[in-house]
C-alpha cells in the first residue's frame, strides 16, 4: 500500500532552522509556553530564537563540537526542546537517555554512542552518570539543570559572535545526523537507532500537511498542544518537532500522573494532544468511577453505548455503507453531550476535539466513545526505526481499530509471514555500531519491523501481534499474547496483564491492579481497605477480574484462551525493570522476577 507525498524531501537545511526563520516571519507569535513558579507564561517565536542562540554560544565555548554527541537525561520540560534545537543549530547531536534508567543503561548508552558530554535534570541523575563516569574517558562534562547549569552555559558564551553560531548553522543538512535514539530494549540490550535530519523533517512535515486541520479546537483559532510523552522516546520527540515546525504553540508536562496531568491539562488548554492508550483509558475509567460515586453509572454506561453507536453510524457514512445517525439516535447524543460528553471534554481542558494516539493498540470500542463524546482519536503506528509514526487513520475517513494508512510519501507492505514492512524517507539510516543487525532490519531501504499484522482492501493496517513474542505451548499452538492481554486490561479493576505459555501446556495469565479503581470498588461495596496481600485473595475480586479472564476467552479459540490466571500484588514499573518507558511488558525480564508465579500456574 503506498500513498503519494504531500511535501517535497526536503534538499537543504536542519531541524534549527525553523526556529530562525519563524523568528524572522512572525517574532511577536507565541511559540512556546512556559511553566515558571506554577503559572504558564508564553514565550514568542524570537525570545525562543534568542534563547537558542544564546545557549548555543554557550556550547560552542564549552567545547561542544560539530557532531559531537550529547546526552540529555531529563523528563520531559521546556529545557529539553530548548537544548534540542540549540545543539542542532551548532550541528551537534542530542542522545536521549530515559530518566528512569540503570547505571548500567546509562553506562552502555554513554559508551556505544562515543559521548562527549552530558546533560542531566537533577542530582540523583548526576550521581547515576558519576557512578560511571570514570569507565567513560571519552565523556569530559556532566551539566545539571537544577544547578542553574543552563545559566551557566549562556554566560560561558556572550563573547562567541553570532556568526560563528550560524556558520555551524549553515553546514548542517538534511543527510546530517541528527540524533541517535535508543530502542526500549524489549527483547535484548539497547540498539542506537541513528535518524537524520531530513527523517525528522519529512515526518514532521507530512504530518503537520496532511493532518493539520485536526491540530485545531475550530477553524481559525491558535492550534497548542501540551507534550506529556517523555522526549526521550521517539514519539514525543517528533511532537516536539512537528509542533516547532508547524507553528504550533507547546507546553511540556513532566508527569502522566491523572493528579498533576489534568490540572495542566485545564489551565494550559490545548487544542489537540498525543498520547498513548493508557491515557485515554486512564480519563475514562476515572469519569466511570465518579459517575459510580455519584450514583449515575447507569446513565453513563447508557451515554457510553449512545456514543459509541453513534460514532460507529458516522464511520459508515464515512465508508459510504450507511446513511449515518438516525433522528431518535441524535437525540439522544445531544441530550448525552450537554450530560456527560461536555464534561469529559471540560476535563481535558475543554478546547480539544481531536487527538493521536499511539505506542500501542487502542480497543476499537475506546476510541468510538471519544470520537461519539466529541473526541475523534487518530489513531497510529510506528516505531524508533520509522522516526514514529509510520501508519495513521486520516482525518475525513477514520477507521477505529486500526492504525491507518501509510503516511504521505510511503508504503507499508505484508511479507508472506505477515511481518509488516515499512518505506519512505522517515526510515533510519541504521543502527549505531550494529551492522549485522542493519543489515538483518534494512533490506533494500524497507524496514522488516517484526510486527505481524494485515492490511484490509482500503489500505487500513491492523496490528495482530509481533514474531519475537508468539507463544507456542508445548502441544504446538501458535498464540499472539497481545490481543488478549488487551482485552483482560479492558476491565477497569485492570492495570496490566501478561500472558504466558511458551513450551507450556497451556495459557495463563498474571494480572495486576490498578490502585485507584480497586479502591473506588471496595468503597462501592462497603468493603475495609486492605493491604496488597489481602486484596490478591479476596474472593470477589478474584471474581471480578475472572469475568475479564472470560470476556477476553471469548474472542479465541479453547486452544489460545488463558485457562487460569494469578493477581499480583503490585503494578510492574520502570523501576523494577519491567516496562519500558512507553509502558510496554518486557517479558523475559518479568518471567524472571516472577518466575516461582509462573511456575505455581502449571502445578497440579
Known amino acids: 500500500m503506498y500513498v503519494p507525498p504531500v511535501v517535497p ?69 521546556y529545557e529539553w526542546t530548548l537544548l534540542d534545537f540549540a545543539l542542532w543549530t551548532i550541528g551537534a547531536q542530542p542522545v536521549p537517555i530515559y530518566p528512569t534508567s540503570s547505571a548500567e543503561q546509562v553506562m552502555w548508552i554513554l559508551h556505544d554512542a562515543d559521548i562527549s558530554a552530558c546533560i542531566v535534570e537533577h542530582e540523583d541523575h548526576a550521581m547515576t552518570v558519576g557512578s560511571v563516569i570514570d569507565r567513560l574517558p571519552r565523556m569530559t562534562r556532566l551539566w545539571q539543570l537544577d544547578a542553574d547549569a543552563l545559566d551557566m ?52 512535515d507530512s504530518i503537520v500537511a496532511r493532518w493539520e486541520p485536526v ?29 516547532i515546525r508547524g507553528r504550533v504553540k507547546l507546553g511540556h508536562q513532566p508527569s502522566l500522573t491523572a493528579s498533576a496531568l489534568l490540572p495542566d491539562l485545564a489551565a494550559f488548554r490545548p487544542t489537540f494532544i498525543l498520547a498513548v492508550p493508557y491515557i485515554f483509558e486512564k480519563i475514562f475509567h476515572a469519569a466511570r468511577r465518579k459517575a459510580e460515586g455519584e450514583g449515575r453509572v447507569k446513565p453513563f454506561d447508557k451515554a457510553v453505548d449512545v456514543a459509541v453507536r453513534y460514532a460507529e453510524a458516522g464511520e459508515h457514512r464515512s465508508f459510504g455503507t450507511a446513511p449515518g445517525p438516525g433522528p431518535a439516535l441524535r437525540v439522544q447524543h445531544q441530550l448525552f453531550d450537554k450530560l456527560v460528553y461536555a464534561k469529559m471534554r471540560d476535563a481535558m481542558g475543554g478546547r480539544i476535539r481531536h487527538a493521536m494516539s499511539g505506542g500501542s493498540a487502542m480497543e476499537r470500542r475506546l476510541g468510538l466513545f471519544y470520537a461519539g463524546a466529541g473526541i475523534t482519536i487518530y489513531e497510529g503506528y510506528g516505531l524508533t526505526e520509522s522516526t514514529a509514526a509510520a501508519t495513521a487513520n486520516p482525518p475525513e475517513r477514520t477507521r477505529y481499530g486500526t492504525v491507518g494508512q501509510p503516511i504521505p510519501g510511503s508504503s507499508v507492505h505484508i511479507a508472506e509471514d505477515g511481518e509488516i514492512w515499512l518505506y519512505g524517507g522517515h526510515i533510519f539510516s541504521g543502527y549505531l555500531n550494529e551492522p549485522k543487525a542493519t543489515a538483518e532490519t534494512l533490506r533494500d531501504g524497507w524496514l522488516a519491523t517484526g510486527d505481524i499484522g494485515a492490511l484490509d482492501e482500503d489500505g487500513y493496517l491492523t496490528i ?36 504466558v505459555g511458551n513450551n507450556r501446556p497451556y495459557i495463563a495469565a498474571l494480572v495486576t491492579l490498578d490502585n485507584d479503581a480497586v479502591a473506588h470498588w471496595l468503597r462501592m461495596r462497603g468493603k475495609p481497605e486492605m493491604g496488597p496481600s489481602e486484596l490478591v485473595r479476596d474472593r470477589d475480586l478474584e471474581t ?61
Open 9 to 77: 524531501a526536503p534538499q537543504a537545511g536542519g531541524l534549527a532552522d525553523a526556529v530562525f526563520d519563524h523568528a524572522a516571519d512572525d517574532p511577536d507569535r507565541v511559540a512556546l509556553g512556559r511553566k515558571v513558579d506554577g503559572e504558564w507564561q508564553d514565550v514568542t517565536a524570537a525570545e525562543f530564537r534568542d534563547q537558542v542562540l544564546a545557549l548555543a554560544k554557550g556550547l560552542i565555548a564549552q567545547g561542544v563540537r560539530f557532531s559531537d554527541r550529547v546526552a540529555i537525561m531529563c523528563r520531559t520540560r
Open 153 to 204: 552555559l549562556v554566560a560561558s558564551g556572550e563573547h562567541i559572535e553570532d556568526e560563528i553560531v550560524h556558520r555551524h548553522r549553515r553546514a548542517v543538512t538534511p543527510d546530517s545526523q541528527a540524533t541517535v535514539i535508543y530502542t526500549s530494549g524489549t527483547t535484548g540490550r539497547p540498539k542506537g537507532c541513528m535518524l537524520t535530519h531530513a527523517n525528522f523533517m519529512y515526518e514532521a
Open 215 to 243: 491540530f485545531h479546537s475550530k477553524p481559525g483559532d491558535e492550534a497548542s498542544t501540551l507534550l506529556f510523552l517523555p522526549i526521550s522516546h521517539v514519539f514525543g520527540r517528533m511532537v516536539e518537532v512537528a509542533a
Open 464 to 499: 495482530t501481534g509481533r514474531k519475537k513474542e508468539i507463544l507456542v505451548t508445548s502441544g504446538g499452538k501458535s498464540v499472539s499474547p497481545g490481543p488478549l492481554e488487551e482485552r483482560v486490561r479492558l476491565h477497569p479493576l485492570v492495570a496490566q496483564c501478561i500472558v
Open 544 to 604: 471480578e477480574i475472572r469475568r475479564a479472564v472470560v470476556a477476553a476467552n471469548t474472542t479465541v479459540s479453547q486452544a489460545e484462551s488463558i485457562r487460569t490466571f494469578r493477581i499480583l500484588a503490585t503494578q510492574f514499573s520502570e523501576e523494577q525493570g519491567l516496562l519500558t518507558p512507553s509502558l510496554k511488558l518486557k517479558r523475559k525480564a518479568i518471567e524472571n522476577v516472577y518466575a516461582d508465579e509462573v511456575d505455581a500456574l502449571y502445578r497440579a
